[in-house]
């Protein structure tokens, strides 16, 4: 089974999510088809159907955050390496096209927040920029077209 790497706040989120959905979605959810249920002829009530269709969603989910909370591999960003880009770091890159410095912190894809500055480690930039050190041209093929930067900086997390 691949192990999957997440920062100790993003554990903590999966961990939260999931107590969410067992804890108060699932019962709203019972609560609704019971009420549904109520209303008679199963086969024309849209309640019912609504109340079904996000019981499997919600379902669903529960199960695919156990499958991944099984799998994971929880790292302290504040910890890693910074002589490479690693997952965790945080790296500061010259973008030569817009000419101006842009930051990224490397995590996993259920953490992914590029408003705030989070890629993936599988995205196109973040696989470039895996074992790069400070100094260092990364040239990324987009949709968009090639994408060039610098490495200027790697440092670690503030915050795990």
């Known amino acids: 089974m691949e192990r999957i790497p997440v920062s100790v706040a993003g554990n903590r989120q999966l961990r939260e999510e999931l107590e969410r959905l067992e804890r108060v979605e699932r019962p709203d959810i019972i609560r609704a088809i019971e009420v549904a249920r109520g209303h008679g002829d199963l086969s024309e009530n849209a309640e019912y159907h609504a109340a079904k269709e996000r019981q499997g969603m919600v379902e669903g989910r529960i199960m695919d955050l156990k499958d991944k909370l099984g799998r994971v591999e929880v790292i302290d960003c504040t910890r890693v390496s910074t002589k490479r880009v690693v997952f965790g770091t945080v790296i500061t890159l010259y973008d030569v096209a817009e000419e101006k410095e842009?930051?990224?912190?490397?995590?996993?894809?259920?953490?992914?927040?590029?408003?705030?500055?989070?890629?993936?480690?599988?995205?196109?930039?973040?696989?470039?920029l895996l074992g790069k050190e400070a100094g260092d041209e990364v040239l990324v093929k987009t949709p968009k077209g090639m994408l060039e930067y610098e490495v200027l900086s790697i440092s670690a997390s503030e915050t795990p």
């Open 102 to 128: 842009v930051t990224f912190q490397l995590l996993g894809p259920e953490e992914v927040d590029v408003k705030n500055g989070v890629i993936s480690f599988r995205s196109p930039l973040g696989r470039a």
